[in-house]
């Protein structure tokens, strides 16, 4: 039995989705361990259960084990769901874990989309996202291998990750853009200054993703927290034990708005974004099902206007301590 949860649409062509997506990249790669993967089949097709239609991977997690999982998990789901995936790295010939530098030139789009089809069991990619901008290559020869792939029926939407306003407007003019994924939350807030803007003046969706920080904002993290060795998570500047201490003024903010709407910190971080525009829909991870349906409860809190600028005046206040990534990763960003 599937449940409703109301809908969002994304870009001026209407792809309709669940006002929540998400995020499986945790599933299978950065948060330590991969975990069981029946469990992640189980957990998926609880969130269609749920009422989700929106599901996010990428070819680079893993390598390629998240977007198996996700094309297993969702198969019994054909034409029922929305399943977004990415291209844009290059990967090691050899079966590797780590990327080796970027790549999008227009026959790597192509190879990428073939192997993505394959893993994810469908005939078309709903959306494709570049995963990173590209200095090598122009963003308008990416639009135009992805309108060739919606041309040949492999692809239905063109999306772009982490990009800068000026490659947004660029990458539009070439083929429309259905949806641009960045990071945006109560702690990291830099889209508002022109991505916002430029997305609403050309009709497109905004898929955040770490909508809860990581982790952070939910309340379950501290200082005192310790990270699996392989949990990406040890890299982030803003998540070092000092910083996690300094931060937590911003749980705080959370927690007390949480006590007065009868909610938890990880529903007042989610309703805070679902109220910013209606053409924003969070993807947060998971791989527990108290949290999904945590998660999913909070497109049922109403946040006032008094509300949001009670909220928006404290999280002015502060100043959140470390950057959002290490300096290697940060030079991906915003372009």
Not at 44 to 54: C, L, Y
Not at 236 to 248: C, D, F, G, T
Request: glycine fraction near 8%.
């Amino acid at each position: 039995m599937i449940t409703e949860i109301h809908k969002r649409k994304l870009g001026k062509d209407g792809l309709e989705v669940s006002a929540l997506g998400l995020g499986c990249m945790g599933m299978s790669f950065s948060y330590g361990p991969p975990a069981d993967k029946q469990e992640m089949i189980s957990l998926i097709r609880s969130a269609v259960e749920h009422g989700v239609t929106f599901f996010d991977t990428a070819e680079v997690y893993g390598p390629f084990i998240n977007e198996e999982l996700v094309g297993e998990a969702l198969a019994p789901f054909h034409g029922q769901v929305v399943i977004a995936t990415k291209f844009g790295f290059k990967l090691d010939p050899n079966g590797g874990p780590k990327w080796l530098g970027l790549d999008s030139r227009p026959e790597h789009i192509k190879e990428v989309a073939e192997a993505s089809l394959r893993r994810l069991r469908v005939d078309t990619i709903d959306l494709f996202y570049q995963h990173r901008v590209d200095p090598d290559v122009p963003i308008e020869d990416v639009a135009g291998a992805v309108k060739y792939l919606i041309q040949e029926g492999k692809v239905k939407h063109f999306g772009l990750s982490e990009a800068g306003a000026q490659t947004i407007r660029r990458a539009n003019a070439v083929h429309p853009v259905t949806a641009v994924q960045s990071e945006y939350s109560l702690w990291w807030r830099e889209p508002e200054a022109e991505v916002l803007p430029t997305l609403e003046e050309l009709g497109i969706g905004f898929v955040p993703f770490s909508p809860l920080g990581k982790g952070f904002l939910t309340g379950k993290i501290n200082e005192n927290t310790t990270f699996a060795p392989d949990d990406f998570r040890n890299t982030v500047p803003r998540l070092s034990p000092e910083n996690r201490k300094a931060n937590q003024i911003v749980v705080d903010l959370l927690k007390k708005v949480a006590v007065l709407k009868n909610a938890t910190p990880a529903q007042i971080a989610l309703a805070w974004l679902l109220a910013q525009k209606p053409w924003i829909v969070p993807i947060p991870g998971t791989t527990k099902l108290e949290r999904l349906t945590e998660n999913i409860g909070s497109t049922s809190v109403e946040l006032t206007q008094e509300d949001l600028h009670e909220i928006r005046t404290a999280a002015s206040n502060i100043t959140v301590q470390g950057a959002r990534y290490p300096e290697s990763a940060a030079k991906l960003i915003g372009r």
